[in-house]
Nanobody, 124 residues
C-alpha cells in the first residue's frame, strides 16, 4: 500500500507564492513519475505539472513561467513552487504518483496513487 500526503496549501493574496509538498510512503515501492493536478469548483481535474523520475518536466500553459515542479527521488517527494498566483489558480491541488510495487521476486505491479488534496485559495 502506497500513500501520498500533501501539505502547503492555504490562503494567499494575488501575486503571492506558495509551496506545495507531497510525500509518498508505504512498503517496497519505487516512485516513477509524479505530478500535480488541480480541480476548481465546477470544473474537471486538470494537469498542472508533471515530472519524470529522470527529471523531465511538463507544465500546463496556464502555469508556465509561474510554477516549478521538482522532486527528491531519495525521499519520494515532489514539490510545486507557485509564484505570481492568480485568483484563477484557486483549486484543490492533488498529488499523483505512478508507482512500481515490489514483491519478493521483483516488480509485482504498477499503481496510480492520488493524495487527498490540499486547498489553495488566491484572493484579490
Amino acid at each position: 500500500q502506497v500513500q501520498l500526503v500533501e501539505s502547503g496549501g492555504g490562503l494567499v493574496q494575488t501575486g503571492g507564492s506558495l509551496r506545495l509538498s507531497c510525500a509518498a510512503s508505504g512498503s517496497t515501492f519505487r516512485v516513477n513519475d509524479m505530478a500535480w493536478y488541480r480541480q476548481a469548483p465546477g470544473k474537471q481535474r486538470e494537469l498542472v505539472a508533471a515530472i519524470t523520475r529522470h527529471g523531465s518536466t511538463n507544465y500546463a500553459d496556464s502555469v508556465k513561467d509561474r510554477f516549478t515542479i521538482s522532486s527528491d527521488n531519495a525521499k519520494n517527494r515532489v514539490y510545486l513552487e507557485m509564484n505570481s498566483l492568480k485568483p484563477e489558480d484557486t483549486a484543490v491541488y492533488f498529488c499523483y504518483a505512478d508507482v512500481t510495487a515490489y514483491g519478493y521476486g521483483g516488480p509485482v505491479g504498477y499503481l496510480e496513487v492520488w493524495g487527498q488534496g490540499t486547498l489553495v485559495t488566491v484572493f484579490s
